[in-house]
């Protein structure tokens, strides 16, 4: 199952940029989504996530939803599915 992932980050968060490092490292496609925009903000906020990164991954009816930086986590969810 191919997984969409979005990460709503900032670039001050120095998990969010670890996160995105182990996933461009892992050659991991995903789309960063900054808290700091406003629209992005409002976004976020409908996910009720008390911390960033906060990661989404999205396929077909399913979703996963990871707070913090938790990069074995995204990778069981990526393999095994």
């Known amino acids: 199952m191919k997984y969409d992932i979005t990460v709503y980050s900032s670039d001050g968060?120095?998990?969010c940029v670890r996160l995105k490092e182990w996933l461009e490292g892992n050659n991991i496609t995903y789309i960063n989504k900054d808290i700091n925009e406003e629209h992005v903000l409002k976004e976020f906020k409908q996910f009720n996530s008390s911390a960033?990164?906060?990661t989404l991954l999205?396929?077909?009816?399913?979703?996963e939803r990871i707070?913090?930086?938790q990069?074995?986590?995204?990778?069981a969810i990526?393999?095994?599915e």
Do not use: M, R, S, W
């Not at 999205?58 to 979703?63: F, G, I, P």
């Not at 990069?71 to 990778?75: R, V």
């Open 58 to 63: 999205v396929a077909d009816h399913k979703e």
């Open 52 to 54: 960033i990164p906060f």
């Open 13 to 15: 968060c120095q998990y």
């Open 78 to 80: 990526l393999v095994v």
């Open 67 to 69: 707070i913090g930086y």
């Open 71 to 75: 990069p074995e986590k995204i990778k």
